[in-house]
């Protein structure tokens, strides 16, 4: 996710859990309804820690080779992948570039780490 959209939907999504609190505090004594909107905002709460919290990135480098960083979009895990692996040579080893990010997934993980077997 890039950055201006994760700002957006966050802003959003802080804007329908303001409406569904006055929503709920309308509805008192309508436990059906109370209810409902309960669960809803517990979903759009949710939704909004994940928007607000780190997620871990794969790192691709140019040349090839991989890592991971984290980072609440993908602009954020680039900078931060940058300024964690770009840098000069170093004992002998070339310098490593930073080609790109992606958000990482149990089977993409489980794809890389099979190159070490």
Not at 47 to 59: D, H, P, S
Request: proline fraction near 0%; include cysteine; glycine fraction near 10%.
């Amino acid at each position: 996710m890039k950055g201006i959209h994760r700002i957006e939907e966050t802003a959003k999504v802080q804007e329908r859990i303001e409406a569904l609190e006055y929503a709920i505090e309308c509805t008192r004594g309508r436990r059906d309804k109370a209810t409902c909107l309960g669960n809803i905002l517990a979903e759009y709460t949710s939704r909004l820690t994940y928007l607000q919290g780190a997620k871990e990135y794969m790192v691709h480098f140019e040349g090839g080779g991989w890592n991971t960083c984290y980072g609440r979009d993908e602009g954020e895990a680039f900078v931060n992948a940058e300024l964690e692996h770009n840098k000069e040579e170093v004992d002998g080893h070339a310098a490593l570039k930073v080609k790109s990010v992606s958000l990482a997934t149990s089977a993409g993980t489980e794809a890389a780490m099979r190159l070490f077997y």
